[in-house]
């Protein structure tokens, strides 16, 4: 138990890292990008957001902080996926129910990112894209843990 705890905390704390890094790097392309071809200024958050804090730099080191927050709840809810006693498809409705709520509390309540089309459609499109690559790969390990118990018995 303890060194099952050990290795989802470490899933965590690395999940959080690259996520905050992933974060960093797209909105800096973001924000060349736009100031590249004329948007002299443009910060890739929205006003609401960054009028939340006292200047924008502080807006930025808390979206870092947000963008760590969202990979580490998703890589920490994938500890549903060990409960044996919850069928695969409950598991994955549980999963996306939890990595939703995050999802979305913070893009819409925090970033205000129905305010623009355009930046909603896309990040619920990185979530989709990512809810799928998650079930997919637990699917694998669903089907290898069965066909391995099924070896057993045979």
């Keep these: 138990m303890k060194s099952m705890l ?26 060349a ?3 590249a071809t004329g948007s002299e200024g443009f910060i890739s958050m929205s006003p609401q957001y960054v009028a939340l804090f006292p200047t924008p730099v502080i807006a930025a080191y808390c979206n870092v ?5 969202i990979g580490a ?9 060990e409960v044996e006693r919850i069928g695969f498809v409950i598991q994955s409705l549980i999963y996306f129910l939890i990595t939703a709520a995050a999802s979305m509390g913070i893009t819409v309540v925090l970033w205000q990112l129905h305010r ?21 790969i637990e699917y694998r390990k669903v089907k290898a843990d069965i066909k391995a118990i099924n070896e057993l018995t045979e």
């Excluded at 902080?65 to 927050?69: A, R, T």
């Excluded at 998703?74 to 549903?80: D, H």
């Excluded at 989709?128 to 690559?133: D, Y």
């Design 6 to 31: 050990k290795e989802y905390l470490t899933r965590i704390a690395i999940s959080f890292s690259v996520s905050a890094f992933m974060g960093i790097l797209i909105n800096l392309i973001i924000d």
């Design 73 to 81: 709840v998703f890589s920490g809810a994938t500890a549903i996926y």
């Design 116 to 136: 623009y089309p355009a930046a909603f459609i896309s990040t619920m499109a990185g979530y989709l894209a990512t809810h799928i690559i998650m079930i997919t």
């Design 65 to 69: 902080l947000i963008y760590g927050l």
């Design 33 to 35: 990008v736009a100031n």
